[in-house]
């Protein structure tokens, strides 16, 4: 099959020919319909964060069963589904209390790394990237790392819930649980936290002030649900506590950066929660206000992949889309076919679009 | 009435004749019973916190009514009370959403600065400290800063759960909500760390690790619940994982040092809480790794005096103590005088006592 292998950090993808095994005990085969490009992919092709090479990157698809590995029953083939990267083994404490996002036996459960490669090439050992590799024409994948999903969902839309519509929307549903009323401040208006923004408006949040320093994104945020824009260009903490006479009950960064998390625990009012579901980078500390801690009873938690419980709460995501409640279309800025993956991360590092989608052919 | 008066900061504290004025709008008149001296007035004496002087501290007190206020219906002359510096307006949103520690009018109800001063000598102000000035032989107290408790419970024991008692159970049982088989880890085994280790256990908490650097403190610990203790002379967090195998899903930094409070994040396992209960100086930052925050959904807050709602939680703890359950007599290491408070601060700074406090004649 085709996919677009990474050989080199800090590098571009090669569209290559490679192999894929056959699906062993607890695998599904997919055919991929389509992929998301998320920033995440981004770092580790800058090398933000480390990653074996050569690999096939990409982890937000969804595409459709051809053939199940021994054992596997929660799927056949012709099945629709949507992959995601929390893979989940069912039976540890995080797993058997609901948190299945943080499960303890993720990389067991996902096969080991000292098993027969999933992807190579001429013999050589290509990296399965997060048990996954959603860049290729097909996928190898754990049953525990998909969700069946009704047929009527297209594919190309649903491939984005499989990262960063889930990762935004559970950041405010699960993670936080914003009530309603309440007041959300979301820091970055790309692909996450525009999810993160609508996440707050289904959840009936009385205020969402969205924040960015792009211009073009903050006009997107107010289509997906912000009430109130601020251009991060100056300090957004001062703003906000303008707009509000206060700070917000609810403050979501998703950016990744040590600024922006400090300054999502700076905009917190009394009993403020801060949630960092952008990836900080390995080393980068962020600094809080220790008395504030105690003063106002602040509190900054972060958000594996919006504490997510995929089986669970894809479905449901699908519904709200179907019943026009939940934005989908408006967040494919292009679709793209998978020779044209290096000019869709250009764009991705522009800051003008929302998100790029590969489209397989059938 | 004979007060304890602090002049200079840093400083010792005189035994001076001052006068108090008379009840006013919503005002209750105390005879002062008992009074804790407490870590914190301890650190506005040294001067890690700011205060006016001259001024009369203590917060930790139980006392008898002698006397009502215009308007005053919750209490009459002979009621026996705690006194609690939470006092609270009962009308803004965090007292309307049951959170009346972080009351937003606080100050306004507890009568603002720019009225007759309560304490004064000779015509000269001096300040009413946290509204409230527990080392006097009277108080002149809000009546939302006291709840009524029963008559067969001793004075000097209610004191303690004024402040540290209520601060410690609190931050377990209101902040972070410990649940039954959990684990817990308390950095620090004084006035507010023991009453943190016997609400784990009265929580049900399965493994209680209490972290002091002084052994003698350590041994006190586990006569409050401790079921591990650890000398944090040795990197603390190092040994708690060493312990347990993995971080632990609770832990609450009762000491207010910048240090404590990165340890108690860096110890939490998988979706663990820290819970700040000391007070980090003004200007001091804490750093926590910022990727830990998202990878294990790891959580910091703080806990302003046990998040307490004082009139439902002091009645709820005199009964956990009347009916054997909650160890109160243990923590009075010492009953002075008035007259002996500076060697009862001094006797604190060797880390020595658990709590001195002091008890006013009939």
């Known amino acids: 099959m085709k996919a677009a292998v ?5 590098g571009e993808l090669t569209i290559e020919d490679v192999e894929l095994a056959e699906p062993g005990p607890g695998e599904v085969l997919l055919k991929t319909a389509a992929a998301g490009l998320c920033h995440s992919d981004l770092h580790f092709m800058e090398g933000k964060f480390p990653t074996p090479t050569p690999a096939v990157l990409g982890h937000e698809s969804a595409g459709v069963v051809e053939a199940v590995g021994p054992g596997v029953t929660y799927v056949q083939p012709g099945d629709h589904v949507i992959t995601c990267l929390s893979v989940y083994c069912g039976n540890c404490e995080p797993c058997l209390t609901g948190h299945l996002s943080v499960c303890a036996n993720k990389a067991e459960t ?41 047929k009527d969902m297209p594919l190309d839309r649903a491939a984005l819930i499989g990262c960063g519509v889930t990762t935004g929307l559970g950041a405010v549903f699960n993670t936080a649980r914003v009530e309603v009323g309440s007041t959300v401040a979301v820091l970055g208006a790309g692909g996450i936290g525009l999810n993160a923004i609508q996440g707050a408006r289904i959840a009936g949040a009385r205020r969402i002030i969205a924040i960015d320093m792009v211009d073009t ?8 649900g912000a009430t109130d824009v601020i251009n991060a260009s100056e300090d957004p903490v001062a703003q906000v506590h303008g707009l509000l006479g206060g700070g917000v009950d609810y403050s979501f960064e998703c950016i990744g950066m040590k600024q922006t998390a400090e300054q999502s625990f700076n905009m917190l009012g009394q009993r403020g929660t801060a949630t960092v579901v952008g990836m900080i980078p390995m080393g980068v500390n962020i600094e ?27 479905p449901r995501y699908i519904d ?43």
């Open 288 to 314: 809080l206000h220790g008395i504030m801690l105690m003063v106002q009873e602040s509190k900054i938690q972060g958000s594996n992949m919006g504490s997510n419980r995929f089986r669970v709460d894809m």
């Open 6 to 10: 990474l050989r080199d950090v800090p």
């Open 110 to 150: 996902a096969r080991g790394d000292d098993e027969a490669p999933r992807i190579s090439q001429n013999g050589e050992r290509i990296d399965q990237f997060l048990h996954m590799s959603s860049f290729g024409e097909h996928m190898l994948v754990h049953e525990h790392g998909v969700v069946k999903i009704r």
């Open 320 to 362: 709200l889309y179907m019943q026009g409640r939940l934005k989908l279309d408006e967040l494919v800025s292009a679709r793209i076919t998978l020779e044209e993956i290096n000019a869709g991360f250009d764009a991705m590092k522009t800051g003008e679009v929302a998100r790029s989608v590969i489209v397989f052919d059938d």
């Open 217 to 224: 994104k903050l006009d997107i945020a107010k289509e997906f």
